[in-house]
C-alpha cells in the first residue's frame, strides 16, 4: 500500500506563492516511479496540473500555470513539491498528489494508481 500526505495548502492574497509537498509513506521508495499533481476547483472536474517521471528529468504542465508552478522531487526524502508562484483566483481548488507504477510521466488521472487526500488552496483577490 501506498499512502500519499499532502501539505502546503492555505489561504493567499492573489500574486503570492506557496509549496505544496507530497511525502510518499507506507514502505516504499519513490525512485522508479512517476508522480503528478492535480487539482479541483469547487464546483468543477479534477484537472491536471503537473507530473515529473522517476528521475525528475521529464515534467509537463497544464497550459494554466506553465511558466508560473514548478514541480520537482527529491527521492532521499520520499516526496515530492510543487512550488507556485504568482498564484491567481482561478488556481483556488483542493490539490491532489498522485503515484503511478509506470516512471513516465501521464496527465492523465486515470493512469495513477494511489491518490493522496489533498490540500486546500484558497487564492483571494
Known amino acids: 500500500q501506498v499512502r500519499l500526505v499532502e501539505s502546503g495548502g492555505g489561504l493567499v492574497q492573489a500574486g503570492d506563492s506557496l509549496r505544496l509537498s507530497c511525502e510518499v509513506d507506507?514502505?516504499?521508495?519513490?525512485?522508479?516511479?512517476?508522480m503528478g499533481w492535480f487539482r479541483q476547483p469547487p464546483r468543477k472536474e479534477r484537472e491536471f496540473v503537473a507530473a515529473i517521471n522517476w528521475s525528475g528529468h521529464t515534467t509537463d504542465y497544464s497550459d494554466s500555470v506553465k511558466g508560473r508552478f514548478t514541480v520537482s522531487r527529491d527521492n532521499t526524502k520520499n516526496t515530492m513539491y510543487l512550488q507556485m508562484n504568482s498564484l491567481k483566483p482561478e488556481d483556488t481548488a483542493n490539490y491532489y498528489c498522485?503515484?503511478?507504477?509506470?516512471?513516465?510521466?501521464?496527465?492523465?488521472?486515470?493512469?495513477?494508481?494511489?491518490w493522496g487526500q489533498g490540500t486546500q488552496v484558497t487564492v483571494s483577490s
Open positions: 507506507g514502505g516504499r521508495t519513490i525512485y522508479t516511479n512517476a
Open positions: 498522485a503515484f503511478r507504477y509506470p516512471r513516465e510521466i501521464s496527465v492523465s488521472s486515470g493512469e495513477y494508481q494511489y
